[in-house]
């Protein structure tokens, strides 16, 4: 019995991690039939994020693509190795270096930086899946790196402002990313005024939690990664 359930539980594991890598790769689909038609000025536009272009937002997910083929490499090898060598640093200088490269070099890199993963991703052997990456020191289980780099792609293509919205999010993206958020929230809210508001409203004793002012949820390490370091 034991060991029928140890099996279900691969199973369920390795469908799991199939299914989100699916929806992974028809992100990826999505996001590149945009990145092909843009032009030197579709580039340089302003993204929704503050401070950066459409170059910028392009040029992050290509490095995070290579961050994430960087790890699951060194795990096929047996080893665990930082997502970016020279940490949050050489994140930000990688990604200011990289956003004014000319419209055809950013599409280039963000194909080739895609199919790289990709590639990486069918190579993945069952102990490679075990195996597990660093982040800032701390252990990153590769089965839970693309849901991820999905999440990645799915928030940036909004943030890119190229006519992609959260309306387009699949909804096998947002039932999963949903829950994990939703729990993001206490943390997030400004005082224990509001997390009774919050509370009134959810067991409904309020017909309105009101209006809350609710922080980054980026701000966190630990609201980024949630339970998937444990």
């Known amino acids: 019995m034991a060991d029928a ?11 799991e991690l199939e299914s989100v890598l699916a929806g992974c790769r028809a992100s990826h689909a999505r996001l590149l039939g945009v990145v092909v038609g843009l032009d ?6 302003p993204s929704r994020l503050d401070g950066w272009t459409v170059g910028h937002v392009l040029t992050h997910l290509a490095r995070n693509a290579d961050s994430h083929t960087r790890m699951l490499s ?3 090898r047996g080893e665990a190795v930082e997502q970016y060598a020279g940490g949050r640093e050489e994140r930000a200088g990688s990604i200011e270096a990289g956003a004014d ?3 055809s070099e950013l599409r280039h890199d963000v194909e080739r930086s895609t199919a790289g993963l990709e590639a ?4 993945m052997t069952p102990e490679a ?3 597990h990456g660093l982040s800032r020191g701390r252990p ?3 089965r839970s790196l693309p849901f991820f780099r999905w999440r990645e792609v799915e928030i940036h293509h909004v943030d890119a402002g190229t006519g992609y919205g959260p309306q387009d999010w699949p909804e096998e993206y947002v039932r999963r990313e949903l829950p994990l958020l939703l729990a993001t929230v206490p943390d997030r809210l400004a005082d224990e005024a509001e997390r009774r508001r919050l509370l009134a409203w959810l067991t409904g004793r309020s017909p309105s939690s009101g209006e809350l002012d609710l922080g980054p949820w980026e701000s966190r390490p630990g609201n980024y990664f949630g ?3 444990r």
Do not use: I
Request: glycine share 12%.
């Open 5 to 15: 359930d140890v099996r279900g539980g691969d199973a369920a594991r390795a469908a």
């Open 40 to 45: 030197e000025a579709g580039v340089r536009a």
């Open 74 to 76: 060194a795990a096929l």
């Open 101 to 103: 490269r000319p419209a």
């Open 120 to 123: 990486t991703w069918a190579a």
């Open 129 to 131: 899946w075990d195996g």
């Open 140 to 142: 990153w289980p590769c």
């Open 227 to 229: 339970a998937s370091r």
